[in-house]
């Protein structure tokens, strides 16, 4: 009988002990969770047409499918439809700017460029992540695919951010974009007290930056010297033939 008693005495504790561990490991991953949800999730381009962004729209368009037209692959055929969003036939347009303006968001954006074009992603129009054909690229910089453009001041550039690693695919590729971004802060008088940051970086599933500061707006934002919590998200389409799709906002709260 003494024997059976220690059986479930250990059996018990064993049991509590699981649970604790349990316990331990749920509050471990609330602590490192970077971000929490805090609204629903937001797609600023609806497949369909051009009612979430910002007039003008400049050529922008809606087409089912994009593919690099021959012979030098360095436009973008264009297939009649919805789903994709181009900066219409020629590859080059003025800049496109969303209705909805984010502070900290957690950030999916799909995008294909054909040969040699140049785009990028700009965080609440000033702080850009590069879209560049930089495939095979072995050592790349801050002006390569999924690099944190660089500051300018004084007719020079300075503080630009390179990727880890090339995570780029062949021009022509589709290619993901995954983004972790936390706005500047500013005090009650208005004054910025920290700045925007960018968490983390997934281009192609590949992680290319963490944590990485910008004490200001990127080279050609739409506003150089302004830093505000709030701002659109920006498409550049004035560098080259690019289109994008499956873009999805999640807007949250960030330490």
């Known amino acids: 009988m003494v024997l059976y008693h220690w059986i479930v005495m250990r059996n018990i504790l064993c049991l509590n002990k699981g649970l604790l561990w349990a316990l331990i490991g749920l509050l471990s991953a609330a602590v490192t969770t970077p971000a929490a949800e805090t609204t629903a999730e937001v797609t600023p381009f609806n497949g369909t047409d051009l009612l979430g962004w910002r ?30 969003l181009v900066n219409g036939a020629g590859g080059r347009t003025i800049n496109l700017h969303s209705q909805f303006e984010h502070g900290d968001v957690d950030a999916h954006i799909e995008f294909c460029i054909p040969k040699s074009s140049n785009s990028g992603i700009y965080f609440m129009g000033r702080y850009e992540i590069q879209i560049f054909d930089s495939y095979g690229t072995n050592s790349p910089t801050y002006s390569d695919c999924g690099g944190i453009y660089q500051r300018w001041k004084g007719n020079q550039g300075y503080e630009g951010h390179a990727p880890r690693v090339n995570a780029s695919k062949p021009a022509g590729t589709w290619q993901t974009c995954d983004v972790i971004f936390r706005a500047p802060r500013f005090d009650a008088g208005g004054k910025k007290v920290q700045n925007a940051k960018f968490i983390k970086v997934m281009l192609n599933g590949k992680l290319i930056h963490e944590n990485v500061e910008v004490t200001g707006p990127t080279r050609s934002s739409t506003w150089e010297y302004d830093e505000r919590a709030t701002g659109p998200l920006m498409l550049q389409g004035d560098h080259g033939p690019v289109a994008f799709r499956n873009l999805v906002l999640k807007p949250v709260t960030l330490p």
């Open 55 to 84: 007039k003008p729209t400049g050529d922008w368009r809606v087409v089912k499918s994009v593919a690099m037209l021959p012979p030098d692959n360095k436009k973008l055929a264009l297939e009649e439809g919805a789903g994709v």
